[in-house]
């Protein structure tokens, strides 16, 4: 019972992110100076033995294409010489822990209990029923292992060498071809947080 339990409030957990957004994105850099910005250029992607299921020439086109996609729709224009900005990306992975800690409760008490009763001045004799009622009794605690993946994009100022603004979208990702054909979607949420305004389509 106690595992049945456990099991449904995992699956329940799991509907209620599905509902939702699978990552969370997050932003920080100068923002008043972005408007000066006007082209940018590719840098060569940080790769690390962690991240090796992401070392490929399809995460590379995916990133890229999505991000170039995004920024030129927000005024920022690709261009390869001597460009204003440097983009690049990295992906980290990291081993996370889902804790699921429960009250654990006993039931005491209940059965059939014999009484006395009194009808019309006479005692007569009747088993009384009773439900049986709760008792804390401690903790029972889950640990469920997953791995959290996180995708950044840095904006660097060409002549200072400067991260001006870095973007990063962080969610779970057990499974690589799920995380790997989500990329223009994360990339996406991830430029969304760029403090500039999309250009109207003409």
Known sequence: MKKLSFVLIVFLTGLVWSACSRYNYYAVGNNNNLSRYHTFAWLPSVKNKSTSAYNSDITDQRIKEAATENLEQRGL?????????????????????????????????????????????????????????????????????????????????RNTHKVIWRGYGIGEVDNPAKAIQDLPKIVEGIIKKLPLTPMKNS
């Open 77 to 157: 224009m690709l261009k390869a010489n001597k460009p204003d900005l440097l983009v690049r990306y990295n992906i980290m992975l990291s081993d996370k822990e889902r804790v699921y800690d429960q009250p654990v409760y006993d039931y005491v008490g209940g059965g059939a209990y014999p009484a006395v009763g009194y009808y019309r001045g006479r005692r007569f004799f009747y088993y009384r029923y009773a439900n049986p009622y709760p008792v804390y009794v401690g903790q029972d605690v889950e640990r469920v292992p997953y791995k959290e993946g996180t995708l950044m994009i840095d904006l660097i100022d």
